[in-house]
C-alpha cells in the first residue's frame, strides 16, 4: 500500500539563465529553485521526504504533446550562440533560450514524469517535483511565458497513454492562466481543467480572451475547461478557499478523477510582483488538504511560477508539509470573500450549469459589476507600493505565528470491552480513566442515574483523559465508540467549553439528543444534518435537513461544499466534535470524508462519538483520522435531489447573511467591500512591520491602526 511523501529536485536546472537585458523575462531566476530547496532543508522536510531521482525525458515523451518541429527547434538551441539564442527567443512570446534550456527542459519534465510513475505504481501516495523551466504556457508548436515544455500536460497525456487513466483533474493556481494547457486540451473530456487567474477584464498578460469564465471547452470537451477570472489583485485567502468550495471541489467531485496535477504556481501568493495578490503561504495548505481528498490521496503537485523569493520557498514548504500529512496552520484573515470574487464565481457556475449535475438546479445569472473595470491599475500601484517596502517584515512575523508543532501521538481510541478494532499503526488504545470524583465533577449537567452505569462510567474516564490530552495538545484527534452517544457528547461539549477552547464546532450527524443547551457557556456552534426538522430549535444550532438513503452513490459532497464547509471554514473553529446517532441519512464513506477535510481547521483538534454497536463505521474512521494510506477513497457521486437542494436552498437564503463563506452570488456585496477588504491587507502588513520594528503605526486623520 503505497505511503509517503516523493520530492523531485536537480540543482542542474539551475544551469541556464537569460544572457541579455529584458525586463519582462528578468524574474524567471535559476534561484527560485535553490530558494525553496534550502527553505525545505530548514524546515527539515527534505530528510522527511523520499527522494526521486530526476531523468531525461524521451524525445517520445516530449512530442506526446508537442508537435516533432518545435523539439527540433529547441534541440537546436544547444549550439547556439548568444546573437542566435537571442533571434530565436524573440520569435515566441515570453520565453529566453540558453544552450544548456533544452537539457533542463528535458530533466523538468522527466523529474514530473518519475513523479507520476512513483504515485501510480504506489511507491508513494503524493509528492511534489520542484523543477525548472515550467510548463503550463507552452503549447504544440511554440514556448511562452518562460515555459519550454508542458510539464502537466505531458503528464496527463503520459498517465493516461501508460496507466489507461480515464479521468484527470488538473488544478492550476499559478496566478497566471495556463493557456497551453487549455488549448491541449479544450475538446478532451478525460481532462477537467482548473485555472484561476489574474485577468482584470483582459488586461493582464496573456491578454486573451479565452481565458475568460464563458470559455468552457469545445466539442466532447465543453464543459471539461474551467476559467476563473480574477477581474481584482487584491484576492486573498478568503476568495480562494471560496473558489475552492463554489467552484472546483462540486465539479471535481462529480467529475471523480483517478489522478490530480497540479500546476503549483506561487505568484499566485502574497507578496509576488506579478500576482500583487494577498493568499498568505498557510492557504496553499488548505488548498492542498482538499484536493488530498480526491483520486485516493493520489495527487502530484508541479512547480509552475513563483518571483517573489521568499514567498514562493514559504508556500512550497507549506505545500509540502500538508502532503507529507503535519496539521494545517490556522488561515490569516478575516473569511469574507469580495464581492469581485463572488462575481466570478457566479459567472463560471452560470457558465457551467448545463454541464454538471451538481449545479443542475442553480438558480444563477451571470452577473456584470461596471465597478470592476477601471481600477486595475490603481489597486496594481498601490499594492506594489506597500508590498516591496514592508514584505519582507511583514513574512518574518507572519511566519513565526504559524504553529508547525506536530503533536506526538496523532490519533487516540477510547472501545468498548472486548472491541477488536484492526486499528492502523500507532493509533493508541486509551485505557487509562479519570476517577470516578472526577468524572461526577465534571458531569453537572447530566442525570444521576446515567453515572450510576459502569459502562458509561469507564467511557466517560477514559474520554476525560483523552480530552485532556486533545487540549493540551498531546494527541491530534481522537475517537470513542460510546454506549450513549448523546450523554457522551453532552460530556465533552461542556468539558471543552470550561477550557481556555474559544469557539467550539459540534456537528451532529443522525437523531442525537443533547442533554444540555450550554447558553452561558462560551461560544459554540452546532450544525445537526438530520432527516426531520426538530421543535425547539435554539439560536447556536442549524439543522440541515439531508433525506437520503445511504448507498454506494452519494451525494452527500454537494451540502459539503455548499454549506457545511464554508460555515466551518467562515467560523475558524478550535476545536471540533462529531458525534453521529441513529436514523441517519448520510452513509459511512460520507461521514469519513466529511471527518477528512474538517482535519484543515482547529489544527486537526476533532473529537469523534459514535455508538459502540457500529464498529465497521469506527473502523473506518480510525483509519481517516490517522490518515492511513489508501483511505481517501470517497467516490463515486451522484447529483442531489431537487427536495434536499431546495430543503438547503431554504436554509441558506436565512443563514447567509451572518455566514459570509456560504455566499457564492456577486449580488449580495456591496462593491465597496472590495476597497475596504484591500486595505485591511494593506493595514495587516503595515502592523506586522510596526510590531516587528517596536513601532506604532498611525493611519490616516491620525487613528491608531
Same mark, same amino acid.
Given at each position: ?11 542542474e536546472?539551475m544551469?541556464?539563465?537569460l544572457l ?8 524567471e ?5 535553490s530558494?525553496?530547496?534550502k527553505?525545505?532543508?530548514d524546515y ?5 521526504c523520499i527522494?526521486l531521482?530526476?531523468r ?7 512530442t506526446?504533446v ?6 527540433q ?10 546573437k542566435e ?5 524573440q520569435?515566441?512570446?515570453a520565453v529566453f533560450y540558453?544552450?544548456n534550456?533544452?537539457r533542463?527542459a ?11 510513475d512513483?504515485?501510480?505504481?504506489r !511507491? ?6 520542484i ?16 515555459c519550454?515544455f508542458n510539464n502537466?500536460?505531458?503528464a ?9 487513466l ?6 492550476d493556481w499559478?496566478v497566471h492562466h ?8 479544450e475538446?478532451?473530456p478525460s481532462?477537467?481543467y ?5 485577468y482584470e477584464?483582459?488586461t493582464?498578460?496573456?491578454y486573451l ?7 468552457i471547452g469545445r466539442g466532447k ?19 480562494y478557499i471560496a473558489a ?13 478523477p483517478e489522478?490530480v ?5 506561487y505568484?499566485?501568493?502574497?507578496g509576488?510582483p506579478?500576482?500583487?495578490?494577498c493568499?498568505?503561504p498557510?492557504c496553499?495548505s488548505h488548498l ?5 481528498n480526491?483520486?485516493g490521496?493520489k495527487?502530484c503537485a508541479?512547480l509552475?511560477?513563483g ?6 520557498a514559504?508556500?512550497v514548504?507549506?505545500?509540502v508539509?500538508?502532503l507529507l500529512? %503535519?496539521?494545517?496552520p490556522?488561515l490569516t484573515g478575516e ?9 466570478s464565481?457566479?459567472n ?7 454541464y454538471?449535475k451538481?449545479?443542475?438546479y442553480n438558480e444563477?445569472?451571470?452577473?456584470? %459589476? ?8 490603481h489597486s496594481?500601484?498601490?499594492q506594489?507600493?506597500?508590498?516591496t517596502a ?5 513574512l ?9 508543532a506536530?503533536p506526538?501521538?496523532?490519533t ?7 472491541c477488536c478494532?484492526?486499528?492502523? %499503526?500507532?493509533v493508541?488504545?486509551e485505557?487509562?480513566?479519570?476517577t470516578?470524583?472526577?468524572?461526577i ?7 444521576n442515574?446515567?453515572l450510576e452505569?459502569e459502562?458509561?462510567?469507564a467511557?466517560l474516564g477514559?474520554m476525560?483523559?483523552?480530552l485532556?490530552?486533545l487540549? !493540551?495538545y498531546?494527541?491530534?484527534n481522537?475517537?470513542?465508540l460510546s ?6 457528547a453532552t460530556?465533552a461539549?461542556?468539558?471543552v467549553?470550561?477550557?481556555p477552547?474559544k469557539?467550539?464546532l ?6 442525537l439528543?443533547i442533554?444540555h443547551?450550554f447558553d452561558n457557556?462560551?461560544e459554540?456552534?452546532c450544525?445537526?444534518?438530520c432527516g426531520t426538522?426538530?421543535?425547539?430549535m435554539?439560536?447556536r444550532q442549524?439543522y ?7 448507498n454506494e ?9 455548499c454549506c457545511i464547509?464554508?460555515l466551518?471554514y467562515?467560523?475558524?473553529?478550535d476545536f471540533?466534535?462529531i ?6 441519512t448520510?452513509g459511512?464513506?460520507?461521514i469519513?470524508?466529511?471527518i ?7 489544527n486537526g483538534?476533532?473529537l469523534?462519538i459514535i455508538p459502540?454497536?457500529e464498529p465497521?463505521l469506527?473502523?473506518k ?6 490518515d492511513?494510506p489508501?483511505e481517501?477513497?470517497?467516490?463515486p457521486?451522484?447529483?442531489p435531489?431537487?427536495?434536499n437542494?431546495?430543503n438547503?436552498?431554504?436554509?441558506l437564503?436565512?443563514?447567509e447573511?451572518?455566514w459570509?463563506?456560504?455566499q457564492c452570488?456577486g449580488?449580495?456585496?456591496d ?6 477588504k484591500?486595505l485591511k491587507?494593506?493595514?495587516?502588513i503595515v502592523m506586522e512591520q510596526a510590531?516587528?520594528?517596536g ?6 486623520r491620525g487613528r491608531?491602526?
Open positions: 500500500m503505497a505511503c509517503g511523501t516523493a520530492l523531485v529536485y536537480d540543482e536546472m544551469s541556464y539563465k541579455w537585458d529584458d525586463p519582462e523575462c528578468s524574474i531566476v535559476p534561484e527560485r529553485l530558494s525553496s530547496y527553505r525545505l532543508q527539515d522536510l527534505v530528510k522527511r527522494q531521482p530526476v531525461e525525458a524521451t524525445d517520445e515523451e516530449i506526446l508537442h508537435s516533432h518541429d518545435y523539439l527547434v529547441v534541440k537546436s538551441t544547444q549550439t547556439m550562440n548568444e539564442l537571442k533571434e530565436i527567443s520569435k515566441y512570446t540558453h544552450q534550456s533544452f533542463c528535458k530533466l523538468s519534465l522527466g523529474g514530473t514524469l518519475q513523479l507520476v512513483a504515485i501510480l505504481t !511507491e508513494v501516495q503524493n509528492g511534489m517535483a523543477v525548472r523551466p515550467p510548463g503550463h504556457h507552452s503549447q504544440r508548436n511554440q514556448g511562452n511565458g518562460f519550454v502537466v500536460a505531458i496527463a497525456e503520459y498517465a493516461k497513454k501508460k496507466y489507461k480515464e479521468r484527470i483533474l488538473i488544478v499559478d495556463g493557456q497551453g494547457i487549455q488549448y491541449i486540451f475538446e478532451d481532462v477537467l482548473f485555472s484561476w487567474h489574474r477584464h483582459k493582464f498578460w496573456p480572451r479565452e481565458s475568460d469564465y464563458d470559455v470537451g465543453t464543459g471539461f475547461n474551467i476559467n476563473l477570472p480574477w477581474n481584482k489583485v487584491g484576492m486573498g485567502n478568503a476568495d475552492f468550495f463554489h467552484v472546483l471541489l462540486p465539479l471535481a467531485f462529480e467529475f471523480n489522478l496535477l497540479v500546476s503549483a504556481g505568484d499566485s501568493a502574497i509576488d506579478e500576482g500583487r495578490m493568499a498568505t498557510e496553499f492542498t488538504n482538499m484536493l488530498m480526491l483520486a490521496g495527487l508541479v509552475e511560477g518571483y517573489n523569493l521568499r514567498s514562493l514559504e508556500s514548504c507549506m505545500t508539509r500538508t500529512g %503535519d496539521p494545517l490556522r473569511m469574507t470573500p469580495c464581492h469581485s470574487a463572488l462575481e464565481i457566479q463560471v457556475r452560470a457558465a457551467h450549469t448545463p454538471w451538481c449545479l443542475l444563477i445569472k451571470s452577473a456584470h %459589476d461596471p465597478s470592476s473595470e477601471g481600477d486595475s491599475q496594481s500601484d498601490q506594489q507600493n506597500f508590498d514592508m514584505f519582507d517584515i511583514f518574518d512575523s507572519h511566519m513565526k505565528k504559524i504553529e508547525f506536530v506526538p501521538l496523532r487516540c481510541a477510547v472501545l468498548p470491552e472486548g478494532l484492526a486499528l492502523p %499503526d500507532g493508541l488504545v485505557e487509562k480513566t479519570a470516578r470524583e472526577h468524572i465533577a465534571c458531569s453537572s449537567s447530566l442525570p442515574e446515567l452505569k459502562t458509561m462510567l467511557t477514559k476525560l483523559v483523552i485532556n490530552k487540549l !493540551e498531546q494527541t491530534m481522537s475517537i470513542v454506549p450513549d452517544s448523546s450523554v457522551c460530556f461539549i461542556k468539558h467549553l470550561a477550557s477552547v469557539r467550539l459540534c456537528i451532529n450527524i443522525g437523531d439528543g442533554l443547551e457557556d462560551g459554540y456552534v450544525l445537526n444534518i426538522y426538530p421543535t425547539g435554539s439560536n442549524i440541515l435537513k439531508w433525506t437520503e438513503s445511504p452513490y452519494s451525494s452527500f459532497f454537494y451540502i459539503i461544499f464547509l464554508p466551518a467562515n467560523y475558524q473553529p471540533i466534535i458525534t453521529t446517532g441513529s436514523n441517519r448520510i459511512d464513506k460520507d469519513s470524508l466529511l477528512s477535510l474538517l482535519q484543515g481547521l482547529a483538534r476533532i469523534t459502540e454497536t465497521k469506527g473502523q474512521l480510525v483509519k481517516c483520522l490517522s492511513s489508501g481517501k477513497h470517497f467516490g457521486h451522484r447529483a435531489s431537487l427536495e437542494i431546495q438547503l436552498k431554504e436554509k437564503d436565512i443563514i447573511k451572518e459570509k463563506m456560504l452570488s449580488a449580495v456585496n462593491p465597496q467591500e472590495l476597497r475596504t484591500r491587507n494593506r493595514n495587516m510590531k516587528a520594528q513601532q506604532t503605526v498611525v493611519g490616516q491608531r491602526i
